[in-house]
C-alpha cells in the first residue's frame, strides 16, 4: 500500500488525514520495538539484584554495542546495568569503578541522543537512584523536567507505563528537592492507571 496523505479543509483551515504506512515500515515498526523490549528485558534482570546475572547482561550489552555502535538506547542500559553492578558489589573499588563506568555511558548516551525521551528516562532513573554523594541528582531533576515536558505532548512516543514510571520517579525526586512539580508529576501519574502499580504508589 502506498504511502499518502490527503488534505482536508475544515472551518477554512487544511487538516492532514493519517498516512498510510506500507508494509515495510511496519515492519521496521515491530522490529524496532522487538529491540527495544529486549534491553529492556535484559535490563530487568540486573534490577533483581543477582551480581553473576548483571554481569551476563552487561556482556550482551556489550556485544550490542560493538554490533551496534549508535545504540544509545543500548548505550544507556548498560550504564545503568553498572550502576546496579555498583550498587550490588562488596568491595569499594569495583563500586566506585563501576559507577564511573555507568556515568560516561549514560553521557554518552543522552549526548549522543539528547531527543531520545527512552534515553533519557533510563539516566534520570539511574540518577535518582544514585547516593547524593556522588552528585548525579541535579542532572536527574533537570532529566525529569524534560521528561515532563515531553509527557505533555499529545503525539509522545512514550508509552502509558513508560510515562508512569517516569512520573513516579519524578515525584519521588521533585519531592526530595522541593521542587514545583513534585505534585504535578504524582497527579499525572495517577491518572494515567490509577490501578496500575504506579497508579497504586501515587494515590
Not at 545503568?80 to 553521557?107: D, G, I, N, V
Not at 505533555?152 to 512514550?158: A, E, I, R, T
Request: some cysteine; glycine content about 4%.
Amino acid at each position: 500500500m502506498l504511502k499518502c496523505t490527503t488534505p482536508m479543509l475544515v472551518a477554512g483551515s487544511i487538516l492532514f488525514l493519517p498516512a498510510f504506512s506500507t508494509g515495510a515500515e511496519n515492519a521496521t515498526s515491530m522490529k524496532s520495538q522487538s529491540e527495544y523490549d529486549k534491553l529492556r528485558q535484559w535490563h530487568d534482570i540486573c534490577r533483581q539484584g543477582d551480581s553473576d546475572k548483571i554481569a551476563e547482561q552487561i556482556t550482551k550489552f556489550e556485544a550490542e554495542l560493538a554490533r551496534k555502535p549508535g545504540n544509545n538506547l543500548a548505550r544507556a542500559y548498560l550504564g545503568s546495568s553498572y550502576a546496579l553492578k555498583a550498587k550490588h558489589s562488596f568491595f569499594p573499588p569495583t563500586k566506585l569503578s563501576s559507577l564511573q563506568k555507568a556515568k560516561s555511558l549514560m553521557e554518552s548516551a543522552v549526548a549522543g541522543s539528547p531527543n531520545n525521551p527512552r534515553v533519557r528516562m533510563v539516566r534520570a532513573i539511574a540518577y535518582y537512584k544514585v547516593p547524593k554523594i556522588f552528585g548525579t541528582r541535579p542532572t536527574s531533576i533537570a532529566d525529569f523536567e524534560v521528561l515532563l515536558t515531553e509527557i505533555k505532548k499529545p503525539q509522545s512516543s512514550l508509552k502509558p507505563n513508560e510515562k508512569q514510571a517516569i512520573l513516579y520517579y519524578a515525584s519521588l525526586a521533585f519531592a526530595e528537592e522541593n521542587h514545583r512539580s513534585a505534585n504535578e508529576a504524582k497527579v499525572l501519574c495517577h491518572k494515567i492507571n490509577p490501578n496500575s502499580e504506579y497508579g497504586k504508589r501515587t494515590k
